[in-house]
């Protein structure tokens, strides 16, 4: 980023780009950076992040990796600055489970 500021950063984007951000994804998609939402550090300044959304990534992590990642998106974010998170609700989940066994239905929006 040339060493701009990130106002906004959509993490882990996918083929969902919203307009006016900056979108990063790990896979090469047009219209994002290829970029590891894990570490942003040499993306954008320590502080220099206003608003970040993370949707549906986090689940993808290992469960050892929540913490660290989360901590460092803490310090990537301005004094102020806002963190959005999506994330499956489990309880949907379960409950088509229960009815229809495992299905497209539940592996898409949980696998990506």
């Known amino acids: 980023m040339d060493g701009a500021v990130a ?3 959509h993490l882990a ?3 969902h780009l919203i307009e006016g951000w900056v ?3 790990q896979s090469p998609i047009e ?3 290829a970029w590891d939402a894990r570490d942003l550090e040499g ?3 320590f502080g220099g992040v206003e608003v970040m959304y993370a949707g549906h990534f986090l689940e993808h992590l290992d469960r050892n990796d929540l913490q660290p990642v989360l901590n460092h998106w803490k310090a990537m974010m301005a004094p102020g600055g806002v963190l959005y998170l ?3 609700d489990f309880e949907v989940f379960v409950k088509a489970y229960q009815e229809e066994g495992i299905t497209p239905k539940i592996l898409d929006p949980m696998m990506g």
């Open 7 to 9: 106002v906004n950063l």
């Open 13 to 15: 984007c996918g083929q």
């Open 23 to 25: 979108n990063i994804d």
């Open 31 to 33: 219209g994002a950076i």
């Open 43 to 45: 993306l954008v300044p």
């Open 86 to 88: 999506s994330v499956p």
